[in-house]
């Protein structure tokens, strides 16, 4: 069974904090992701990886950054909170790049920016 | 642009049959998705479809229609765990998948 698992379920952070959300996955897999999932709206691709140290930007990366230092890590960073960036923020994984695969997701966290 | 629709919500009874249309137009195709999101959970794998015609797993089903960019799920002699969003994704020539808002399904006794 694939396992991605993140953090935190739930986190509140203010305004102009650094926060960072960690996601790990067991399965060795080459792909990782980070969106962000919000009423009405379809998941946002934020930021993707293919490998180690290789990032990619999605479609919403402004405010974002991310780490890869490891495989199986994949780390979202948020260099300074702001309320438009509350959401549900959910990580997955796929096993390969450029290749039509299914992505497993963490359960996801409810990060609230206050 | 590239674009996904699905209808926001629908209703339906329990045992009964339910139909979920998906309809996108992307750049490219490289096949489409079908995940349950169950309320504050993660999304999980339900079906893909690349080339056209009915796939049947169990209860679920899923269909495709390239010439028509269209996709339906339907499920079958629905349960009460069935009451969750479905979400529909398209993944594009750049192996980028593509997300519907999702499709949130209410079952009634």
């Known amino acids: 069974d694939v396992k991605v698992t993140q953090s935190s379920r739930y986190l509140v952070k203010r305004t102009g904090e650094k926060v960072f959300l960690e996601c790990v996955q067991d399965m060795d897999h080459e792909n990782m992701f980070w969106y962000r999932q919000d009423p009405g709206l379809g998941l946002r691709l934020i930021y993707f990886s293919y490998d180690v140290k290789m990032k990619e930007k999605g479609d919403i990366p402004e405010g974002y950054s991310v780490s890869r230092e490891k495989k199986e890590r994949f780390s979202l960073i948020l260099e300074s909170a702001s309320t438009n960036q509350t959401s549900m923020y959910l990580c997955?994984?796929?096993?390969?790049?450029?290749?039509?695969?299914?992505?497993?997701f963490g359960p996801g966290t409810r990060l609230t920016v206050l | 642009g590239q674009n996904i629709d699905q209808p926001t919500e629908m209703t339906a009874t329990e045992g009964a049959i339910v139909q979920i249309n998906c309809t996108y137009q992307?750049?490219?195709?490289?096949?489409l998705f079908w995940y349950q999101q169950h309320a504050g959970e993660a999304p999980t794998f339900l079906s893909y479809n690349v080339l056209d015609g009915l796939e049947e797993k169990g209860r679920f089903s899923s269909f495709l229609s390239r010439s028509k960019g269209y996709s339906y799920l339907l499920l079958k002699e629905l349960q009460m765990k069935d009451s969750a969003s479905y979400l529909c994704?398209?993944?594009?020539?750049?192996?980028?998948?593509?997300w519907g808002a999702g499709t949130k399904l209410i079952i009634k006794p």
């Open positions: 992307t750049s490219g195709f490289n096949g």
């Open positions: 994704a398209v993944m594009d020539s750049n192996y980028q998948l593509i």
């Open positions: 997955a994984s796929s096993w390969a790049a450029h290749v039509t695969d299914t992505q497993y």
